[in-house]
């Protein structure tokens, strides 16, 4: 075990060598890496076993991180000069894209939800070690913290340990509590944990600090004070130096101020593999054509399959579950059941947990109310992470509850994550079977609901592969082409026999798949109908209408255009020209 002054010593190394890539990089946070030297320190070549797990909330002082991989033999040292070179897996801030890398970081304030979702996994699977996460005092304003927070001490983690490096300064002016320490600790505790507060710069305090967590029955958190570029005059907690490196003619004798560093110990850090689940092929539910059965009660039942065969698959509900159907699998497999309250920033964050830890999460809530988690789930990418997202209760056509509740804003939001898969079924058959494509895919999936019950269009056995769609009423002569996804296909169809019964052959696409979609069999669809094209939706103008477009150029929109309100789903269909007849007018036109 290494000493206290080798530990010092390896603060030191640490510190020069942030100083020399972020000099040599002409950008980075060195003095954010700088108060942290020692605390690194501990955890990376003291306190860090190997089924241990650790996440550098405060992602911009990757330089240490990558200082301290080098040092632990994980990295060649020479490597550190590459920092931030487009050819570089040092990046400005932790993406998994670097393979030691499981959970990105940077966008500050979600390092301990995923924090939690490890520990928990780590739980649910009877795995040893504890998760360490090293926080910005900083990002301590963020309330998604404090969301972290409470789940850790709800759910009784006692594996997991953070330390917040308590350096004063922010970006641009002092922290909202400065080097209050005691109010940190009064938090903390508030929310359920134990706390320990100390010099963050003495290694002794600190490796005694942490000792405390080992027999700690609750959550457990080391409040260390720090100075900013610590080590360094020009530097140590003056401001304005916030992600900002020295310049080269400054560097040598600033190097001489940090003082010996002439040291070499060994790491424990060794848990590196990124698992991934094995998906494990499930049955179907059977349903009868023309039944009445929600979209969102056949994800509900498809839930259940899919955890009969995969062990791996567990699912985290936002207090919505009697509304998702997420209560289906809640009540079948309670253990890998995760309530997650009103707190959809920590929700998705503990997921790109279980995601780190080879576990396939499955989140679910109101459609709208992911767009609270946005930058979580932007953020999920960079960590690869394997997420399956369903959001419920989408569009007017949820009536009477009103716009707060109507997602008409979710679509683009995964669109705009560029290998996401972005599913809408229409009815209980290809719910199911999207479920299924969700779980084979690995990455981030977004499968949209419907709250009411709408009919089963579709035989049993029937497949619905990711990329393609299905084609309803194809003819010769057929004079436009309507293309639809969940409630409004059925709108689309009921518009398609009126236009029959008027000599007005149509034909009507299921664009259950939207990212990825085969824009050349859309081009040739079009070209059969004349291209005169019609897109309709139970959303904002920014989503099929927009994908199909991307493919065909000008098309006819009926979509959500302004603000709605409460009503009864048929009147804010019609309302909003959304439903069969406006389908028909717009046709005829």
């Known amino acids: 075990m290494a000493s206290i002054k080798e530990l010092e010593l390896m603060a030191n190394k640490l510190r020069i060598h942030s100083l020399e890539a972020t000099t040599e990089a002409g950008s980075g946070h060195a003095s954010s890496s700088l108060s942290s030297s020692e605390i690194m320190s501990c955890f990376f070549f003291s306190v860090i076993q190997q089924n241990d797990e650790f996440i550098l909330s405060k ?65 649910l699977s009877e795995q040893e070690g504890k998760i360490f996460v090293l926080l910005g005092d900083g990002e301590c304003a963020e309330g998604s913290v404090w969301e972290a927070a409470n789940a850790a001490a709800f759910y009784h983690l006692d594996n997991i340990v953070s330390v917040v490096d308590v350096n004063r300064l922010g970006q641009s002016d002092q922290t909202m509590a400065g080097h209050n320490l005691e109010s940190y600790k009064k938090k903390f505790e508030a929310f359920g944990w134990q706390t320990a507060i100390t010099d963050g710069h003495n290694v002794r305090e600190i490796l005694s600090a942490l000792k405390k967590s080992e027999k700690s029955p609750k959550p457990f958190v080391v409040i260390a004070k720090t100075f900013k570029g610590k080590g360094v005059s020009i530097l140590e907690n003056n401001e304005g130096w916030h992600g900002k490196p020295l310049k080269k003619e400054d560097l040598p004798g600033t190097l001489k101020e940090i003082g010996p560093a002439e040291v070499e110990l060994a790491s424990n850090f060794k848990n590196l593999k990124r698992p991934s689940p ?185 497949k619905f592969p990711v990329g393609k769609f299905k084609v309803w009423g194809k003819g010769k002569n057929d004079r436009a ?77 009926l979509c959500i255009k302004e603000m709605p309100r409460s009503g009864k789903p048929e009147e804010l269909l019609k309302k909003y020209g959304i439903d069969s007849d406006a389908i028909v007018k717009a046709v005829i036109k």
């Open 481 to 557: 082409l309507i293309v639809a996804s969940g409630i409004t296909l059925h709108e689309a169809l009921k518009a398609q026999k009126t236009l029959k019964d008027k000599n007005i052959p149509v034909r009507v696409i299921d664009l259950y798949s939207l990212q990825p979609v085969d824009k050349d069999a859309l081009i040739k669809e079009a070209k059969d109908c004349q291209n005169n094209v019609i897109v309709v939706e139970d959303h904002y103008c920014s989503a099929t209408g927009s994908i199909v477009a991307s493919a065909l150029g000008k098309v006819k929109q």
């Open 278 to 462: 094995k998906f494990h092929e499930f049955k179907l539910d059977n349903y009868k054509l023309g039944d009445m059965i929600s979209t969102r009660e056949a994800y509900g039942r498809a839930l259940v399959n899919l955890g009969k065969a995969n062990p791996d698959v567990v699912v985290l509900d936002g207090d919505v579950k009697n509304s998702t159907m997420t209560e289906y699998f809640f009540e079948k497999f309670p253990k890998r059941s995760f309530q997650c309250f009103i707190a959809e920033q920590n929700m998705v964050g503990m997921a790109v947990g279980f995601s780190a830890m080879g576990m396939s999460p499955f989140v679910a809530t109101f459609s709208c109310f992911l767009t609270r988690a946005h930058d979580f789930i932007r953020m999920a990418q960079y960590s690869f992470a394997n997420i399956k997202f369903a959001g419920s209760h989408s569009g007017v056509s949820i009536g009477q509850d009103g716009p707060s509740q109507m997602g008409l804003e979710d679509i683009p939001m995964f669109l705009n994550i560029p290998r996401a898969l972005v599913l809408y079924p229409s009815d209980a058959v290809s719910s199911e079977y999207l479920v299924k494509e969700s779980a084979k895919f690995k990455g981030i999936s977004y499968l949209r609901t419907t709250r009411e019950k709408t009919k089963v269009l579709y035989k049993n056995g029937e």
């Open 59 to 123: 992602g911009h002082a990757a330089p240490v991180l990558w200082a301290a991989f080098a040092e632990a033999g994980l990295l060649p040292r020479k490597e550190l000069k590459n920092l931030r070179k487009i050819d570089s897996l040092l990046e400005g801030h932790p993406t998994a894209r670097m393979p030691l890398i499981k959970v990105a970081t940077g966008s500050l304030g979600q390092g301990l939800s995923a924090g939690v979702g490890m520990a928990l996994a780590k739980k």
